[in-house]
């Protein structure tokens, strides 16, 4: 399958999936808490090459 067709598919999912954006932070703006995954990965950086630093997604 050729790369521009993938992205089609990607950009066809985006934009069938952004009409939930408005209900998604409805929902969040009326919960009393939000959780987050704060899971840390080593993340390689150009500034200290071969020196891993801690990050998180």
Same mark, same amino acid.
């Given at each position: 399958?050729? =790369?521009?067709?993938?992205?089609? !598919?990607? /950009?066809?999912? /985006?934009?069938?999936?952004? *009409?939930? *954006? =408005? %209900?998604?932070?409805?929902? *969040?703006?009326?919960?009393? !808490?939000?959780? /987050?995954?704060?899971?840390?990965?080593? %993340?390689?950086?150009?500034?200290?090459?071969?020196? =891993?630093?801690?990050?998180?997604?």
């Amino acid at each position: 399958m050729s =790369p521009s067709t993938l992205l089609n !598919y990607l /950009a066809l999912g /985006a934009k069938k999936l952004g *009409i939930l *954006i =408005p %209900v998604l932070r409805e929902e *969040i703006h009326r919960s009393n !808490y939000m959780q /987050a995954d704060e899971t840390s990965m080593r %993340v390689l950086t150009r500034d200290k090459p071969g020196s =891993p630093l801690k990050g998180c997604f």
